[in-house]
Protein backbone atom coordinates (compact mmCIF):
# COMPACT_ATOMS: atom_id res chain seq x y z
CA UNK A 1 0.00 0.00 0.00
CA UNK A 2 1.25 3.03 -0.48
CA UNK A 3 0.04 6.31 1.75
CA UNK A 4 0.13 10.31 0.56
CA UNK A 5 -0.84 12.35 3.99
CA UNK A 6 -1.99 15.89 3.18
CA UNK A 7 -3.99 18.60 4.62
CA UNK A 8 -1.32 20.58 6.57
CA UNK A 9 -0.66 24.37 6.71
CA UNK A 10 -0.38 27.30 8.85
CA UNK A 11 -2.82 28.39 11.45
CA UNK A 12 -3.59 30.09 14.67
CA UNK A 13 -3.30 28.74 18.02
CA UNK A 14 -6.85 28.05 19.12
CA UNK A 15 -7.23 27.09 15.29
CA UNK A 16 -8.17 23.32 13.22
CA UNK A 17 -7.14 21.70 10.70
CA UNK A 18 -7.84 17.85 9.32
CA UNK A 19 -5.45 15.98 7.72
CA UNK A 20 -5.73 13.08 5.49
CA UNK A 21 -4.02 10.28 4.97
CA UNK A 22 -5.10 8.71 1.60
CA UNK A 23 -3.54 4.98 0.41
CA UNK A 24 -3.56 3.26 -3.13
CA UNK A 25 -2.83 -0.20 -3.72
CA UNK A 26 -4.73 -2.48 -1.31
CA UNK A 27 -7.44 -3.02 0.45
CA UNK A 28 -7.25 -0.43 2.86
CA UNK A 29 -9.68 -1.82 5.24
CA UNK A 30 -7.38 -4.58 6.53
CA UNK A 31 -4.62 -2.37 7.38
CA UNK A 32 -4.59 0.00 10.72
CA UNK A 33 -3.61 3.12 10.59
CA UNK A 34 -0.97 5.48 12.38
CA UNK A 35 0.20 9.04 12.45
CA UNK A 36 3.17 10.57 13.71
CA UNK A 37 4.56 13.57 14.28
CA UNK A 38 7.95 15.22 14.39
CA UNK A 39 9.63 18.79 15.30
CA UNK A 40 12.85 20.22 14.35
CA UNK A 41 15.47 18.60 16.38
CA UNK A 42 12.66 16.52 17.99
CA UNK A 43 12.08 12.89 18.10
CA UNK A 44 9.48 11.18 15.58
CA UNK A 45 6.50 10.35 18.10
CA UNK A 46 3.32 8.83 18.25
CA UNK A 47 0.18 10.94 18.21
CA UNK A 48 -3.09 8.88 17.41
CA UNK A 49 -3.56 4.99 15.71
CA UNK A 50 -6.54 3.40 14.56
CA UNK A 51 -7.61 -0.01 13.73
CA UNK A 52 -8.88 -1.91 10.44
CA UNK A 53 -12.55 -1.69 11.50
CA UNK A 54 -12.07 1.98 12.86
CA UNK A 55 -13.86 0.52 16.02
CA UNK A 56 -11.17 1.09 18.00
CA UNK A 57 -8.83 3.93 18.98
CA UNK A 58 -5.95 4.94 20.31
CA UNK A 59 -4.43 8.54 21.39
CA UNK A 60 -0.98 10.05 22.82
CA UNK A 61 -1.65 11.96 26.00
CA UNK A 62 -0.71 15.46 24.58
CA UNK A 63 -3.41 15.10 21.68
CA UNK A 64 -6.22 13.27 23.72
CA UNK A 65 -9.29 15.47 23.81
CA UNK A 66 -8.28 17.63 20.91
CA UNK A 67 -7.61 15.29 18.17
CA UNK A 68 -9.76 12.86 16.30
CA UNK A 69 -8.47 9.93 14.54
CA UNK A 70 -11.62 8.59 11.74
CA UNK A 71 -11.50 6.35 8.74
CA UNK A 72 -13.30 6.22 5.86
CA UNK A 73 -12.66 2.92 3.92
CA UNK A 74 -14.99 3.42 0.90
CA UNK A 75 -12.40 6.76 0.02
CA UNK A 76 -9.23 4.30 1.39
CA UNK A 77 -8.53 7.21 3.38
CA UNK A 78 -7.99 7.85 7.30
CA UNK A 79 -8.37 11.57 8.44
CA UNK A 80 -7.04 13.44 11.89
CA UNK A 81 -9.20 16.29 12.72
CA UNK A 82 -7.13 18.80 15.49
CA UNK A 83 -8.66 21.18 16.97
CA UNK A 84 -7.56 23.74 19.38
CA UNK A 85 -4.22 23.47 18.47
CA UNK A 86 -0.86 24.62 20.14
CA UNK A 87 2.20 25.87 18.78
CA UNK A 88 4.08 22.47 20.70
CA UNK A 89 1.57 20.73 17.95
CA UNK A 90 3.75 22.03 15.18
CA UNK A 91 5.63 19.22 13.66
CA UNK A 92 5.35 16.80 10.05
CA UNK A 93 2.84 14.49 10.47
CA UNK A 94 3.47 11.48 9.08
CA UNK A 95 0.49 8.19 8.82
CA UNK A 96 1.63 4.80 8.59
CA UNK A 97 0.10 1.48 7.93
CA UNK A 98 0.21 -2.44 8.62
CA UNK A 99 -2.14 -4.93 7.18
CA UNK A 100 -3.65 -6.43 10.82
CA UNK A 101 -5.96 -9.26 11.48
CA UNK A 102 -9.31 -8.05 13.32
CA UNK A 103 -8.04 -9.41 17.15
CA UNK A 104 -4.61 -7.32 16.83
CA UNK A 105 -3.99 -4.98 19.17
CA UNK A 106 -3.83 -1.38 18.30
CA UNK A 107 -0.52 -0.39 17.05
CA UNK A 108 1.30 3.02 18.48
CA UNK A 109 4.63 2.36 17.62
CA UNK A 110 6.35 3.32 14.87
CA UNK A 111 8.23 -0.11 14.27
CA UNK A 112 4.99 -1.90 14.17
CA UNK A 113 4.07 -0.40 10.76
CA UNK A 114 5.07 -1.57 7.40
CA UNK A 115 3.94 1.20 5.46
CA UNK A 116 4.74 4.85 5.83
CA UNK A 117 3.76 7.81 3.62
CA UNK A 118 5.47 11.45 3.04
CA UNK A 119 4.70 13.99 5.68
CA UNK A 120 3.05 17.42 5.72
CA UNK A 121 3.78 20.24 7.41
CA UNK A 122 1.67 21.51 10.04
CA UNK A 123 2.48 25.13 11.73
CA UNK A 124 1.12 26.44 14.64
CA UNK A 125 1.77 30.51 15.43
CA UNK A 126 0.47 31.80 18.84
Known amino acids: VQLQASGGGLVQAGGSLRLSCAASRGTFSYYGVGWFRQAPGMEREFVAA????????YYADSVKGRFTISRDNARNTVYLQMNSLKPEDTAVYYC????????????????????RGQGTQVTVSS
Open 96 to 115: AARREILTATIASRENQFDY
Open 50 to 57: IKRGGGST
